[in-house]
């Protein structure tokens, strides 16, 4: 029987699998350095446009932001412009008051009562003065009652008093000035 010898034949194919699994070996790693070279730039590449887009983002905002502060100022400036229409048209509708209130003082006031002063806070008007009875400060408080102009009449004090050596009674009273119902008489009075 022949004998053959295989061993290098085996030595031979054991070293070309070797090599073979090497180079296997190297391109695997070479592809999965590439490959994480590759991902690494791809997600760099999306962070730098995403980096991008948030700047742009907070230039807008920042923008936004300063147009946010001129509407502030311009809705203050309003509501400033309004408050002060608001004082005007106030004015403008309360400026025909006074006349209306000197008219109606004068047509209420009963004979023999005579007003020392004559005094508004807001709505309400005191009234001091002299009579020669007290009868004639309820005639005043009944005319104030009935008037449009006035309401919730009260009075204060009546005491007697001197004055020019004749006896009298000297009397404090206010009275409410109503401008709703004022405003309707006016308006009535207007159409008429």
Not at 45 to 55: I, L, P
Not at 98 to 118: A, C, N, T, W
């Amino acid at each position: 029987m022949i004998r053959i010898n295989l061993l290098p034949h085996r030595e031979l194919a054991r070293a070309a699998r070797r090599r073979q699994f090497n180079l296997l070996l190297g391109i695997a790693v070479a592809a999965g350095v590439v490959a994480v070279v590759l991902g690494h730039s791809l997600i760099a590449a999306q962070q730098s446009s995403q980096d991008a887009r948030n700047a742009y983002l907070d230039q807008e905002i920042a923008k936004l932001d300063v147009q946010i502060g001129e509407i502030k100022k311009i809705r203050e400036q309003t509501q400033a412009l309004l408050a002060r229409k608001q004082v005007v048209e106030t004015l403008q509708s309360n400026r025909t008051e006074v006349v209306h209130l000197f008219d109606q003082m004068i047509r209420l006031l009963p004979e023999g009562l005579y007003l020392k002063s004559f005094k508004q806070v807001g709505d309400v008007v005191t009234l001091n003065g002299y009579t020669q009875s007290s009868a004639r400060v309820s005639t005043l408080m009944r005319n104030l009652e009935g008037s449009p102009w006035f309401e919730s009449t009260s009075l204060i004090e009546i005491k007697a008093a001197t004055v020019n050596n004749l006896r009298a009674n000297e009397f404090v009273l206010t009275v409410k000035q109503t401008r709703q119902q004022a405003d309707d008489a006016q308006d009535k009075g207007g159409k008429a």
